[in-house]
Every structure is written in structure tokens, then in C-alpha cells.
Antibody, heavy 123, light 107 residues
């Protein structure tokens, strides 16, 4: 059974860089049928796509975050990671990792979510 | 970017009622629309993809329809376990974008 588990610090200081890791179990992160994503949700607010990374390492980022986001894949550990730099209080959110399933035309839909991890940006 | 607009933002209905949520895209997205359910304190759960296809294990009381710019999610008979916020999301093009959510409560 597929499981996605986020890990990382719960508290980060303003201007610092957040590093989160998603560990995937029950599926291979190298599968060509899937890509992987980070999605965040500020407290009491809606969902915001952060970025997507494919099994090969190609990435797409949300334009407002593009200059601050880096995603990577570690196939040996079956993990993918997020780095978000120059943090401010506005980045306080629950961060979810998710699996995206490719259809036959290579469109991707989210089919599984991690439980999420709350990241608070505060001094 | 494609903007997704959901209505209503919240609703209250009785147990057994048929509930319909609407999602409108700012431009045509064919059928590349998904619906998610988020219960309080939990991660979202994928319900529907391709506008009308149920994810594995999702009960048939949930249904989706639409194409182009206008979509609906219907719960055929509202139950207490359906209390949640529901989100639509387009995956026709990047950046992936979500609707603002519809909070469903029991009257």
C-alpha cells in the first residue's frame, strides 16, 4: 500500500531555507507512470501547488515561488525533497507531498497525499 | 494562469439531501478536472479525476460532471461523514490551480 511521509523541521526562522523530504513506500519513485509534488495550505486557507518533479528530475514550479524553490529526487532512498528559501511568515503552512498519476496523454492528476507537516516561520 | 472559482463557498444541508457544488474555470480545460475532499484536521483525499471518474474506493454517492469551463460535484445523499471542505483542481496546464473550496456542513 502506498504511503507518503513528510519530514522536516516544524519551526524555521525568517530568511532561512526550509528543507522537507517525502519518503515514499509501497511504490517506486522511479516509475514512469508517476510524478511527485509538493502542495501547501496556510492555516485556515486553501490549497496551493508548489511544484512537481518527475522520476527523471525534470521540474515545474509555481511561478510566484519559482525563484525560491528547488525540488530533487533521490531514487536510492525512494525520496523526493523540497527546498524553499528566503522564508517569511507568509510561508507558514501545512506542506503535503503527493503522487501524480500520468494518463495516456501524459496529463497528471493527484491520486495520493501524505498526511502533511506544519511548518511555522517565526523568530 | 487558469483561475478556478467554486460556489457556494459554504453550504448547510440535511442528512439525505442531494448536494451540488459548482466549479468554473477561467478558460477551457476540457475534462482535466479533479475533486478532493478534506475532512477537518486531515489531508485531502482524491475523489474524482477526469471530471467524472471515481478514484478507487470512492463511494458511488459521489459523482462529477462537466467539461470545458463548468463542472459539478454531486453528493447523492448527504451523510454526517461527508462533512468536509471540497476542492476542485485543474490539471490542463501548469501552474496547477485549485478552487477556493466549499465547506459542507449538516443542518
Amino acid at each position: 500500500q502506498l504511503q507518503l511521509q513528510e519530514s522536516g523541521p516544524g519551526l524555521v526562522r525568517p530568511s532561512e531555507t526550509l528543507s522537507l523530504t517525502c519518503t515514499v513506500s509501497g511504490a517506486s519513485i522511479s516509475s514512469t507512470s508517476y510524478s511527485w509534488a509538493w502542495i501547501r495550505q496556510p492555516p485556515g486557507k486553501g490549497l496551493e501547488w508548489v511544484g512537481t518533479i518527475s522520476y527523471s528530475g525534470s521540474t515545474s514550479y509555481n511561478p510566484p515561488l519559482n525563484s525560491r524553490v528547488t525540488m530533487s529526487v533521490d531514487t536510492s532512498e525512494n525520496q523526493f525533497s523540497l527546498k524553499l528559501s528566503s522564508l517569511t511568515a507568509a510561508d507558514t503552512a501545512v506542506f503535503y507531498c503527493a503522487r501524480l498519476r500520468h494518463d495516456f496523454r501524459n496529463y497528471v492528476t493527484i491520486d495520493s497525499w501524505g498526511q502533511g507537516t506544519l511548518v511555522t516561520v517565526s523568530s | 494562469d487558469i483561475q478556478m472559482t467554486q460556489s457556494p463557498s459554504s453550504l448547510s444541508a440535511s442528512v439525505g439531501d442531494r448536494v451540488t457544488i459548482t466549479c468554473r474555470a477561467s478558460q477551457g480545460i476540457s475534462k482535466y478536472l479533479a475533486w478532493f475532499q478534506q475532512k477537518p484536521g486531515n489531508a485531502p483525499k482524491s475523489l474524482i479525476y477526469g471530471a467524472s471518474s471515481l478514484e478507487s474506493g470512492v463511494p458511488s454517492k459521489f459523482s462529477g460532471s462537466g467539461s470545458g469551463t463548468d463542472f459539478t460535484l454531486t453528493i447523492s445523499s448527504l451523510q454526517p461523514e461527508d462533512v468536509a471542505t471540497y476542492y476542485c483542481q485543474q490539471y490542463n496546464s501548469y501552474p496547477l490551480t485549485f478552487g477556493g473550496g466549499t465547506k459542507v456542513e449538516i443542518k
